[in-house]
């Protein structure tokens, strides 16, 4: 089983939907979670961070942790073809030293016009 | 805040020449630095951990002595590519954490060419 697992994709909604892009963990005892979206070609972008269970939302991104399932989420609201891009979600695991995250494969996203 | 700047952003070289990349960390102090590879439509894949003023951490399989890294300071942080062979040709990213988080904020990465 992989630490952290996302699917790959790609995902493609409408323009203006929302875009729902999930991750599951396997460390139980991990406590510090991100997402990032990297344009094709670029390097990755921090756009929310969460590290208690519930909701966080910034902008048209809400961030979902549920530490009971293992699980963490990103919505995107009304989604804009600049969203287009490939998400990562990345874990702070107890079973990993010192401070380095893992990160899932990631999840391309498509927001069609 | 958290703006992360590498040098060069592009760079080709001949096979068995070296390349050295620099990291910093422009608006704030970076107690940890990670130097990651992409190749193309792959995942990240990181390379090594360095603490500023300590020896970095390699990965499994990464080689320390082809992979030079230095963090001098709690700005800066270099990786040197020595002997570059085209099979080292990749998208090559540092990002930096810091004291106290563990947020890390991505350079804008180098491309390296070996030719």
């Known amino acids: 089983q992989k630490e952290v697992e996302q699917n790959s994709g790609p995902l493609s909604v409408p323009e203006g939907a929302i875009a729902s892009l999930n991750c599951t963990y396997s460390d139980r005892g991990s406590q510090s979670f991100f997402w990032y979206r990297q344009y094709s070609g670029k390097s990755p972008e921090l756009i929310m961070s969460i590290y208690s269970n519930g909701d966080k939302e910034d902008g048209r991104f809400t961030a979902q942790l549920n530490k009971a399932s293992q699980y963490v989420s990103l919505l995107i609201r009304d989604s804009q073809p600049s969203d287009s891009a490939t998400y990562l979600c990345a874990v702070k695991s107890l079973e990993t030293s010192g401070s380095r995250l893992t990160f899932g494969e990631g999840t391309q996203l498509t927001v069609n016009p | 805040g958290a703006v992360v700047s590498q040098h060069p952003s592009r760079v080709i070289c001949k096979s068995g020449t070296s390349v050295k990349i620099e990291c910093r960390s422009l608006d704030f102090q970076a107690t940890t630095m990670f130097w990651y590879r992409q190749f193309p439509k792959q995942s990240l894949m990181l390379m090594a951990t360095?603490?500023?003023?300590?020896?970095?951490?390699?990965e499994q399989g990464v080689e320390k002595d082809k992979f030079l890294i230095n963090h001098a300071s709690l700005t800066l942080s270099t990786l040197t590519v020595t002997s570059a062979h085209p099979e080292d040709s990749s998208f090559y990213i540092c990002?930096?954490?810091?004291?106290?988080?563990?947020?890390?904020?991505f350079g804008p990465g180098t491309r390296l060419t070996v030719t």
């Open positions: 360095s603490n500023e003023g300590s020896k970095a951490t390699y």
């Open positions: 990002s930096a954490r810091a004291q106290g988080g563990y947020e890390q904020y």
